[in-house]
């Protein structure tokens, strides 16, 4: 079965600054998609990034990007010059491409932003 | 705009009493997923449908819980009855998933905060 862990349950960081949240994954699975979905205090679930397994380079959406290194099976997130706004709770998720094509996610990282 | 819709937003219930979710995916998606999500257990999957079909409810508990497609416009959610552990958010989300290398998006409505008391 596939699984999602995120060793860090709290982040902090200084507004302005650069966070990295970290994720790994297990599968034996070959062709999958990976996720960051964003949740603020309204619990809507945001799609922040997303990477095709099969793609080597690296997504990016804005100040968003991602560290992907499928041998180590680890997604990592980093956020650049961080604003108040991006305060919540990030969750790691995987998806196969073929198959049960359900999101399996992690545990969550709850992000805080010192201003 | 297209997006997930839910109701209730917000459902305060008695123990013993059904509870009955709903959901309307974005138009066109072809797959609905039930997630329930708390402080302990994190994001859960309950369910999902794929062309209103149920492709897997493992995750949901049998004996109380039900979940439907009545048409392609709505995905239900029940318990029958309900229980104080069953206080969470209850999420529906949808996509267009044909298992191609399509990389499309999971789509997740606001959720449907429920309290048992």
């Known amino acids: 079965a596939q699984t999602v862990t995120q060793s860090q349950p709290e982040m902090s960081v200084q507004e302005a600054e650069t966070v990295t949240l970290s994720c790994t994954y297990d599968?034996?699975?070959?062709?999958?998609?990976l996720f960051w979905y964003k949740q603020p205090p309204s619990r809507q679930m945001i799609l922040v990034i997303r990477?095709?397994?099969?793609?080597?380079q690296n997504a990016t959406e804005n100040r968003f990007s991602v560290n992907f290194q499928k041998a180590a099976k680890s997604f990592s997130l980093k956020i650049s010059d961080s604003q108040l706004g991006d305060a919540a709770m990030y969750f790691c998720?995987?998806?196969?491409?073929?198959?049960?094509?359900?999101?399996?996610f992690g545990q969550g990282t709850r992000l805080t932003i010192n201003p | 705009d297209a997006r997930v819709t839910q109701t209730p937003r917000h459902k305060v219930t008695e123990m013993g009493q059904e509870v009955t979710m709903r959901c309307q995916p974005i138009?066109?998606?072809?797959?609905v997923f039930w997630y329930r999500q708390t402080m302990m257990q994190g994001l859960e999957l309950l369910a999902y449908?794929?062309?209103?079909?149920?492709?897997?409810d493992s995750g949901m508990p049998k004996d109380r819980f039900s979940a439907e497609m009545p048409d392609a416009t709505l995905a239900t959610l029940k318990i029958q009855p309900s229980e104080p552990r069953d206080s969470a958010v209850y999420f529906c989300?949808?996509?267009?998933?044909?298992?191609?290398?399509?990389?499309?998006?999971?789509?997740f409505g606001e959720g449907s905060w429920l309290t048992v008391v």
């Open positions: 449908f794929r062309n209103r079909a149920p492709l897997d």
């Open positions: 998720a995987y998806r196969l491409i073929q198959g049960a094509q359900k999101l399996v």
């Open positions: 599968t034996s699975e070959s062709d999958y998609y």
């Open positions: 138009l066109g998606h072809n797959t």
């Open positions: 990477q095709e397994a099969y793609k080597q």
């Open positions: 989300a949808s996509g267009l998933v044909p298992g191609a290398y399509s990389g499309n998006t999971i789509y």
